[in-house]
């Protein structure tokens, strides 16, 4: 079992700068790949970005690779999602999830751990 909760999100200028953190509670934190999904209003949640277990391989979305980075550090529970250059479209409740199906990383179902979401709001 592990549970996940979202931090650091906020209102943001375009252009700007925003670090989300995902603390995780349970020692199998760091056998899970970690997976960051946003929500916009009235759209479907969609995958932004996926961790493996150690860190070593991480995957993006195509409208945020290049801009946004994730990472996780084991010792402390925690995986991140730093957000560079943001943009208005990127206005969502962001969630973080525990992969629990390792077979498509981007589709939702293979995520069996969520948290409750950060809302991050771009203006404009």
């Known amino acids: 079992q592990v549970q996940l909760v979202e931090s650091g999100g906020g209102l943001v200028q375009a252009g700007g700068s925003l670090r989300l953190s995902c603390a995780a509670s349970g020692r199998t934190f760091r056998t899970y790949g970690m997976g960051w999904f946003r929500q916009a209003p009235g759209k479907e949640r969609e995958f932004v970005a996926r961790i493996v277990w150690n860190g070593g391989s991480t995957n993006y979305a195509d409208s945020v690779k290049g801009r946004f980075t994730i990472s996780r550090d084991n010792a402390k529970n925690t995986v991140y999602l730093q957000m560079n250059s943001v943009k208005p479209e990127d206005t969502a409740v962001y969630y973080c999830?525990?992969?629990?199906?390792?077979?498509?990383?981007?589709?939702?179902?293979?995520?069996?751990?969520w948290g409750q979401g950060t809302q991050v709001t771009v203006s404009s």
């Open positions: 999830a525990a992969q629990t199906s390792y077979s498509e990383y981007t589709t939702r179902s293979n995520y069996g751990y």
